[in-house]
């Protein structure tokens, strides 16, 4: 398979046969059922469209689902522990009218209430409309990264590709993020109505544009353990 950035990568990894220990990467079928989807679908209902992403912050109805007994949250705690909490929430939708393509790359930066100098935290950014920074890769490596699928993700709707085990070579050059994903390989992220995606927070991701864009609603949530360091504050969700 050649990858977004021309590389020639292995072929493909089959989904079914990712691991989140061994690969950054697991899915979870059907994880929402059609209650937990109709719920889902009336407290997003008011936010934004045709935008590429939307910072949801104190969205009455969600913190149930992302908490460590709900449908989202229960997978992070899972993984991570029963001290998991969700720090970060965003809906995405590709759409005809928004619809994007995202070169590999890692994520990077956190959520957080206020600017404090903190050593190893740096540097600040705005990003829909609230305050990020780049934290030590330590926490980055420490975190999680769901996503609720709330509409079908077939080759044409511009599933997420990951670099599986890119998570494991810490804070990534961008000079060697083609060879990264060339020794890596190339998974292809395809997903029903109610699967929810997991992966380690820094792993190598990329998707194309939407050949077919209708909707690709996606529900991205990062989760810690602990709190910040330095007088740092989760922005939270």
Request: proline letters at 7%; hydrophobic letters at 45%.
């Amino acid at each position: 398979m050649r990858d977004l950035l021309g590389v020639n990568s292995s072929m493909p990894a089959p989904i079914a046969q990712l691991e989140l220990g061994r690969d950054g990467a697991e899915l979870a079928p059907k994880a929402l059922d059609s209650s937990a989807l109709a719920t889902l679908e009336q407290v997003l209902a008011g936010q934004p469209r045709d935008v590429a992403g939307v910072r949801l912050f104190d969205v009455d109805g969600l913190v149930s689902f992302l908490a460590a007994n709900g449908p989202i949250g229960s997978i992070a705690a899972r993984n991570l522990g029963g001290m998991a909490r969700p720090v970060r929430a965003i809906l995405f939708d590709k759409t005809a009218s928004a619809n994007w393509s995202l070169a590999w790359h890692q994520d990077r930066v956190i959520a957080v209430r206020e600017r404090k100098e903190v050593e190893g935290f740096g540097p600040w950014t705005r990003k829909h409309g609230a305050l990020h920074v780049a934290p030590p890769f330590e926490l980055l490596a420490s975190m999680l990264t769901l996503r609720a699928h709330l509409d079908p993700v077939p080759q044409s709707n511009a599933p997420l590709l990951i670099a599986p085990g890119s998570h494991r070579f810490g804070r990534i050059p961008e000079s060697d993020v083609p060879e990264v994903v060339a020794r890596c390989g190339v998974a292809i992220c395809l997903a029903d109505v109610g699967d929810i995606w997991t992966y380690a927070t820094p792993i190598l991701h990329a998707s194309d544009r939407a050949s077919a864009a209708t909707h690709r609603r996606v529900l991205q949530v990062d989760y810690a353990l602990g709190d910040l360091p330095g007088g740092l504050q989760w922005l939270g969700v």
